[in-house]
């Protein structure tokens, strides 16, 4: 996402497919045929509004700006037995994550979780039945008609679930932001004070020529941001999408006790939220090593691995230390299966 782009993660849609074209009564006026049948056409089908999961897309600002979206409606049959010309489509993009509910109801319509996905919200009327279309054999000059079916309205609420192969994890400050920088070409805010992050940032790691990661950086969680503290409910949401989550910890002035607290309350956080992040792959990093001296690096990471009994590394996301060895652990994680037996090696 680009500097100074305003992030938008909730909206609502109101849209409209476009009416059926009333079917039309007409004859055949033709020269030397004194009684010419009925040849009225039918009319035309409306559009209907298609939502498309965009993979270009990064955010619901431009439906937030305009929520009216009307397909065009289908055109009146006409004599000659000709069809009315039927209304266009309207395509609507939507970033790929966005979760599609009714507004009064909340009931889910539609989940685009993958680039490409297309889903008719609302299905344009029917094109009316011209007057040929009553003709038999002992009706050969019908006057009926019907008219085009009525459009369809639907009020939507919209909500955007980041799709990321990675989520950052880590109390403000943890230095995600500069690990994102680090590893990719976004540009996160960077400052030392609380919420440096205002809205979920996303870059692209290339591991090499074929191997590439998305990495979500979640603005810093705090304790008791399940029940809305700090940015709260507002971003937590984020984290369900992502494949595998890093979690990183700031060492610098903190004892080991202090780091196991802070490493427990991002979690406990997650597991009071929601019961999905249980079996998610997970990874901890101690960050800032260019901070910490050399010789107290490995015992406070062995000791660290023990109580933690899950495997930690040390890097550095402004010398780049460790960062290479573990994005190639991530890259193990991203299937959907983990496979129990990849851990990351001290560094």
Not at 82 to 108: A, F
């Amino acid at each position: 996402m680009a500097r100074g782009m305003r992030f938008v993660d909730e909206a609502l849609l109101h849209v409209r497919s476009g009416r059926g074209g009333d079917g039309c009564v007409s004859f055949r006026r033709e020269k030397y045929v004194p009684r010419g049948g009925p040849d009225g056409g039918d009319g035309g089908r409306g559009g209907h509004v298609i939502l498309v999961a965009d993979s270009q897309i990064s955010t619901l600002l431009d439906i937030g700006r305009a929520r009216f979206y009307r397909a065009r409606s289908g055109q009146q049959g006409g004599g000659s037995s000709c069809t009315g010309r039927s209304g266009d489509d309207l395509r609507i993009p939507l970033p790929v994550g966005t979760v599609v509910r009714e507004r009064e109801s909340g009931s889910l319509v539609v989940d685009l979780d993958r680039p490409g996905l297309e889903f008719v919200v609302a299905e344009g009327g029917e094109g009316g039945r011209g007057n040929e279309g009553f003709k038999t054999a002992t009706h050969q000059a019908p006057r009926e008609w019907t008219p085009g079916g009525e459009p369809i309205e639907r009020e939507l609420s919209l909500e955007l679930k980041l799709v990321a192969d990675v989520g950052l994890l880590g109390l403000p400050n943890a230095g995600k932001s500069t690990f994102l920088s680090r590893v990719s070409a976004a540009h996160p805010r960077i400052a030392d004070y609380p919420f440096t992050t205002l809205a979920p940032q996303l870059g692209i790691v290339e591991l090499d020529a074929e191997r590439r990661i998305v990495v979500a950086d979640i603005p810093g969680i705090i304790e008791g941001a399940h029940q809305g503290v700090g940015l709260g409910l507002d971003f937590l949401r984020h984290l369900e999408r992502t494949r595998v989550l890093l979690h990183l910890l700031d060492p610098h002035g903190r004892d080991l006790d202090t780091l196991l607290h802070e490493h427990l309350v991002i979690r406990e956080e997650l597991r009071q939220y929601s019961s999905v992040f249980e079996t998610r792959p997970k990874l901890t990093v101690l960050n800032k090593a260019d901070l910490v001296a050399e010789e107290e690096r490995e015992p406070l990471r062995q000791e660290l691995q023990r109580r933690l009994g899950e495997p930690v590394a040390w890097i550095s996301g402004v010398s780049g230390h460790g960062i290479p060895r573990v994005l190639e652990a991530l890259w193990k994680r991203i299937p959907a299966v983990l496979d129990p037996e990849a851990g990351v090696e001290p560094s």
